[in-house]
């Protein structure tokens, strides 16, 4: 397994790292997407991605082997990227979330349930093909930050302490979050992506990283693309991916937990359970990942009193295979412009799928 270890936070000019990356160079410079892109400002550094910090956001459920405990904002400024595949964090994940779902079971469901090989699939190689976008969405905005945005705005966010950056990362990464989120729902080109992690029908932890690519991409786009172009620090957004990570697990974990009288403000698992619910009432419904108050905000909020969410998935087949899960947007995509071009022939879908229908979402507000 590769070890790559990289500082977060330094200022050491970029010629004297050899793993970090010169933007100044080009992408086909860099020996390996592990390095930092820094920006030595007049006054203050940026110091963006390619590092263990933001590998997190390459990976479905960020499943890049960083070690929380060594995030700069607890230890001092040295991340550790042991286990490019994850296989740290999902041995700590399987060690916490199937205890905790025997104990606090929401509904009975089996460990092994179905679809387990198809998740393994989605956790192991799914990072690789989400890595070339997310690079290309945060060097994209480490352009805009250094060439469109003023640089009095981003080195004042880039100075502010990093206790005050990170509450500001996070309600502006779940801004993103939530309107991408519903942009995939409410548009039926990106349902059909994003169909692909509500198949689901026995949602646990490990539900969450059934998610196709694109869907990840577009998610992580609208999270990390505004903190990158402003300028925040590799420390507080590295923070905000950590607390995602475990928050994305969280929430589609098998678990009875609702937050009581926080539960308009926080996602809960009972929130997002919801989202996956595949009762008419709840579709459309709980976009935000973190903030809920998202959701009361944009009036698409669906948490009745006194009863959970117990049927999920959607109201057509699915494949259930990751190679056919990973067609399945191409296939509806093309399917739909046949059909609109008569004569059309109904091509199949292979697998027993078939393209989504639009779904009938409530009106932007
Ligand atoms: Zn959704
Ligand atoms: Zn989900």
Known sequence: MRLISTEIGSSAPLAHHPDRFDLSRGLASSPAPTGELEHAGSCSRLTVPFNAATAWAFLPIDAVGSRGDRLPAFQGGHFEMRDLLGVNQLLLAVLIFVPFERLFAARPQKIFRRGLLTDMAFLFINGWLVLAGVIAVTTVAILVNQSVLPAAVTQTIGNLPYLVQVPIVILIADLGIYWTHRILHIVPAMWQIHSVHHAVEELDWLAAIHQHPLDVIFMKAGALFPLYALGFSTEAIGTYLLVYFWQTWLVHANVRLSYGPLRYILVSPEFHHWHHSSEAEARDKNFAGFISFYDVLFGSAYLPKARKATTFGVDHPMPTKYLALLAYPFIAWASKRKRNDP???????????????????????
């Open 343 to 365: 004569p059309a022939i109904q091509p199949q879908l292979s697998n027993g799928g078939e393209p989504a229908q639009p779904r009938h979402s409530a009106p932007l507000s």
